[in-house]
């Protein structure tokens, strides 16, 4: 009994051992594949200098890499790897000012407030957007966050409330929401989304976010939470006047 206890002992010592290498092999590799990508990258940057967009999503793309090779770097530690040394980074360039977009408001003639929905999913965004403008709300959208920080920037007097989802390409909901506060730091921003990191949110609502609509949501929950955040906001203000 006692050497086949012995026995199982070693197997399982063994098999945790060949999990530590199998994982720290791969770790390796990740660590390995974002130098790649940074080095790419930077390449990239010099050839897309004279592209704001191009600028500013490289500058996210690196604040990302810059990220993910920390996670990387502490499993390596962890796991008795090593990391490689990043790369040089591209000389640096001064930004450019974004041109300005062309900006289509939905239902202009609406006698409510003007809303500015910021979500990736297309069926979502047109089925908000009938929602909204049928209650006589005017709407504006974006897709992507790039976009949407054009038109706030544009638009930031007067967008009266910001619906952010918060999975979307290249920036996350939270990193959106910083943006749009350097815009306009009392920006009025209620996040929407069907899954979302909870001690983001905290961080979030601890800057002014708010509220949160769970996806999915009905027609009749959209326009409850919309009004009454806009309510909250206006009753907010006639307090400071």
Do not use: W
């Not at 197997?11 to 092999?25: K, V």
């Not at 990391?83 to 040089?88: G, R």
């Not at 920036?171 to 989304?193: Q, T, Y």
């Amino acid at each position: 009994m006692a050497g086949r206890k012995g026995q199982n002992f070693t197997t399982i010592t063994m098999a945790a051992e060949l999990d530590n290498h199998s994982l720290r092999s791969t770790v390796n590799d990740l660590n390995n594949l974002l130098q790649v990508i940074a080095e790419s990258s930077n390449s990239l940057e010099s050839i897309c200098q004279s592209s704001p967009e191009g600028l500013r999503y490289f500058a996210f793309l690196r604040n990302g890499l810059d990220r993910a090779k920390q996670v990387t770097a502490q499993l390596v530690g962890k796991l008795g790897g090593e990391t490689a040394p990043p790369p040089a980074p591209a000389n640096a360039v001064a930004a450019v000012p974004p041109a300005a977009t062309a900006i289509t408001i939905e239902n202009p003639g609406g006698t409510k407030e003007l809303i500015l929905i910021i979500d990736d999913e297309s069926l979502i965004v047109t089925l908000a957007k009938r929602m909204l403008t049928d209650a006589g709300y005017r709407v504006v959208t974006a897709a992507e966050p790039f976009q949407a920080l054009k038109i706030f920037k544009q638009l930031h007097d007067e967008v009266d409330l910001v619906i952010l989802d918060f999975t979307l390409p290249i920036m996350d909901g939270s990193e959106v929401f910083a943006e749009l506060r350097k815009i306009k730091a009392n920006v009025a921003v209620m996040l929407s989304s069907g899954f979302a990191e909870q001690e983001k949110v905290r961080t979030m609502l601890a800057q002014g976010l708010r509220g949160f609509l769970p996806k999915p949501y009905t027609q009749e929950k959209l326009l409850i939470q919309v009004r009454s955040t806009l309510d909250a906001i206006r009753t907010i203000k006639a307090k400071a006047s």
